[in-house]
């Protein structure tokens, strides 16, 4: 964990952040795979919560119109890449909804 604590210290350091959003992976198969996964989500929680920064956590069913704010019926994927423009074929879903969470943050 002091790799993790490290890495999210200098990367907080370096690049101020107005607000962190992380995506929690839901496929963890074993105990060792959710403390891995999830443990230093909880270090990067604590960091921000002594540095002030707000943290916004999604997961896959994080991703509906009324969470980013945006009225019913239109999906959030496709507002992205209608504001940002075509990913594909060098993104994959995975990339996509990562950088969307990323992006929501600022325009979420």
Not at 5 to 14: G, Q, S, Y
Not at 16 to 32: C, F, G, L, N
Not at 48 to 77: A, M, Q, W
């Amino acid at each position: 964990m002091k790799t993790f604590h490290n890495l999210f210290t200098e990367l907080l350091a370096e690049v101020p952040p107005e607000i962190v959003t992380y995506r929690v992976s839901q496929a963890a198969k074993s105990i060792d795979q959710i403390a891995y996964l999830l443990m230093p989500l909880g270090l990067l929680g604590k960091l921000c919560h002594d540095k002030h920064i707000p943290v916004r956590e999604l997961n896959s069913s994080s991703y509906t119109h009324k969470k980013f704010g945006l009225p019913r019926g239109i999906k959030p994927l496709d507002h992205w890449i209608a504001a940002i423009g075509p990913t594909s074929p060098h993104w994959d879903q995975s990339q996509q909804n990562a950088t969307l969470g990323a992006w929501s943050g600022t325009h979420g």
